[in-house]
Each structure stands twice: as structure tokens, then as C-alpha cells.
């Protein structure tokens, strides 16, 4: 049986990580202020696209990782 900690596995969070990082260093750069809420959202969804295609990367390729050496 998975546990949360096998699902959150799949989001690769310290990709993830780095993607939201990117992106809110990005928004701070930016040359117009950006309103907190709009950041905020822009975030969560950078950081929840970023975890889905994680995700689906790993579904795409567990036939080829199962075959490969290591």
C-alpha cells in the first residue's frame, strides 16, 4: 500500500524546489511590481505544473527504468 511520502516522491520536490525558486526570483526581477496575490498563484501553479510533469515523467519512463543498469 503507497503512503503520502511515496506520492509526494513522484513531484521530485527538489526539482520542484528549484523551479519555484527560479520562478520567484523571477518575479522579484521583474520590472513592474507584481501584485501579492498574483504571485502567490503564479507560484503554486509554477510549483504544481512543475510536481505533474514529475510525475509524469516517471509514468512515461518506468518501462525504461526498469530496464536500465545502475
Avoid at 15 to 44: E, K
Wanted: zero cysteines.
Amino acid at each position: 500500500e503507497a503512503q503520502f511520502g511515496d506520492y509526494f516522491a513522484l513531484l521530485k520536490p527538489r526539482v520542484m524546489t528549484l523551479v519555484v525558486f527560479t520562478a520567484f526570483v523571477g518575479l522579484l526581477a521583474a520590472p513592474v511590481s507584481v501584485h501579492p496575490f498574483v504571485g502567490f498563484t503564479a507560484i503554486l501553479f509554477i510549483a504544481l505544473g512543475g510536481g505533474a510533469s514529475g510525475a509524469l515523467n516517471m509514468w512515461y519512463d518506468a518501462d525504461i527504468d526498469a530496464v536500465m543498469r545502475r
